[in-house]
Nanobody
């Protein structure tokens, strides 16, 4: 089973940028859907961005125009470029991968993003 490991989180000032990386232990080339979720304290995990095998992307309204999801299938990597960060973007960010419909999604362990001055 493919395992996911996130990295790239940290502390950044409002208006700053971070790039999160998700390294998969195996090929994700034909996965149905890859995505990033986040969970702030006391809230439910929410979808931030996802990309399907058709290259169709989806972004939550709160991050449209600021975040970009991308993949590098040759390196088995999923990225989330986050620009113009706001304090409300503070959360643990999780990488998720769905090999195909009907299967349970795979999850990474999460990486903390804190936006604060």
């Amino acid at each position: 089973q493919v395992q996911l490991v996130e990295s790239g989180g940290g502390l950044v000032q409002p208006g700053g940028s971070l790039r999160l990386s998700c390294a998969a232990s195996g090929s994700i080339r034909n996965f149905y859907r890859l995505g990033w979720y986040r969970q702030a304290p006391g809230t439910q995990r929410e979808l931030v961005a996802q990309i399907r095998s058709t290259a169709t992307t989806y972004y939550a309204d709160s991050v449209k125009g600021r975040f970009t999801i991308s993949t590098d299938n040759a390196k088995n990597m999923v990225y989330l470029q986050m620009n113009s960060l706001k304090p409300e973007d503070t959360a643990v960010y999780y990488c998720s991968a769905l090999p195909r419909l009907g299967l349970a999604p795979l999850w990474g362990q999460g990486t903390q993003v804190t936006v604060s001055s």
